[in-house]
Each structure stands twice: as C-alpha cells, then as structure tokens.
C-alpha cells in the first residue's frame, strides 16, 4: 500500500540557509500535518492543511512557511536556519473528515551546521 | 508534550509483560493513541481507543482507558526484543482536523 512520501530524507544546511521539505500524502489523504521532533524530544506539531487550507496552526516559527499545493502535496519551507532547527520532521496524512488515522511518513532529517 | 506525562523508561525481560502509563489532561478527547517509535524511524500508530471504552485488546496489546483519572495504559503482554523502541500515547486537539499532542515518550528495554 502507498504510503506518505518525504524528500529529501537527509539535509544539511549551514545557519542562515534555506531549506524546503517535501511531504506527498497518501492518495486521496486531504489533510496533511507537520511535526517536529528534536533530539529526544516528543513530536510537537507545526502545521496541517486540509484541502489546501490552513487547518490548524502550532509552535511554527514566523521563520518557516508551508502550504498544501492542488495535488495535495505540501512543502514546507524554512528560512534563516538556526542550530535549533536541527531535528526529524514528520509529514503525516490523513483521509477525508471522519477517519482516525494519521499516517506519518519516515521524516526528514535536517541537520544545521 | 506538556499536557501528557509519560515515564521515561521502562526495562523488562524477554517474555516478561509491559505495561507504558500515560496521564493527559483533555477529558472531552474522544479517542486516544499509542504510536511506537523505532531507533531512526519514522511514527507507527500500534492501536487506538474510543473514550467510551474501557479496554481494547489486540493480539499482545491490550489498552486500558480510566477516563476518571485521565489515565491510559499500553499492556505489551510476552514482550520481544523486537518491542524495544519509544512508546508516544497521544490526543488528539483542535476541533475537526486532530493535531496530535504527544507524551514524552517511554524508552522500552527488552532484555534478555
């Protein structure tokens, strides 16, 4: 079964750079959610959208932006990196209003040097 | 997650019983979750429970749910060394779209 797609799965960027993440949710999935979780931290979310709206919004930096493109996929992109933002970022999905689950994808790891 | 608590580990033996606590905070969750967390990987959802249930049993996992004292358990009955990993509960929040709000997480142990 398809499952949700991230890219890059590693990034490393120096302070001050830009990086932007890739999240494709799973076929006719409408709301995506992104976490972060730092170093033996607990996930803690940012953002989600759903039909391409801003659902919901979390502990996202004013530095950070994302958006959910007409084919569902979402980016998130994050400017003037800082040490902090080292972390896992998880894209999750999930189905139609009404369904339980969110499944998350296998993260991507950025690493700021 | 500051409003879910979790103890932070948890070392059994092989063959041995787990049992992860949680405590959260929102009684008008509706529904509550266990996600298991291998070294590098990503989020697997292991099992969920409806608040108006008091137990759910799945093969080797049972939950139990005390809506009274907000408190959940994971059961991890003949525990693996493939069972080793982090243990997240989480609610869900924020109305129709259910961000989900994790525990600290419980570092599990299996030894031999």
């Known amino acids: 079964a398809a499952g949700v797609i991230q890219s890059p799965r ?5 302070k001050r750079e830009t990086a932007t993440l890739k999240c494709y949710p799973i076929p006719r999935h409408d709301t995506v959610y992104w976490y972060q979780q730092g170093p033996g931290q607990d996930p803690q979310f940012l953002i989600s959208f759903y039909e391409k709206m801003q ?5 996202i930096p004013d530095r950070f932006s994302a958006q959910q ?25 999930s189905a139609p209003r009404g369904e339980l689950e969110q499944f998350f994808g296998p993260g991507t790891r950025l690493t700021v040097l | 997650g500051e409003d879910v608590e979790q103890s932070l580990f948890l070392s059994v033996r092989e063959g041995d019983s787990s049992v992860i606590n ?14 298991k967390q291998e070294p590098g990987a990503g989020l697997q959802l292991l099992t969920y429970i409806f608040s108006n249930m008091d137990m759910k049993q799945d093969q080797r ?8 004292d907000k408190h959940l358990s994971l059961r991890i ?11 997240f509960c989480a609610e869900p929040k924020g109305g129709g779209y259910n961000k989900l ?9 299996v030894h031999p």
């Open chain 1, 10 to 14: 590693h990034l490393i960027k120096e």
């Open chain 1, 55 to 59: 659902s919901d919004k979390g502990s």
């Open chain 1, 69 to 93: 493109f007409s084919d569902y996929h979402s980016e998130l992109n994050m400017s003037s990196l800082e040490l902090g933002d080292s972390a896992l970022y998880f894209c999750a999905s």
């Open chain 2, 22 to 35: 949680c405590t959260y905070t929102d009684s008008s969750s509706t529904y509550l979750y266990w996600y």
């Open chain 2, 61 to 68: 996992l049972t939950v139990l749910l005390n809506k009274k």
């Open chain 2, 77 to 87: 009955a003949d525990t693996q060394t493939g069972d080793s990993a982090i243990y």
């Open chain 2, 101 to 109: 709000i994790f525990g600290a997480g419980t570092r599990l142990a």
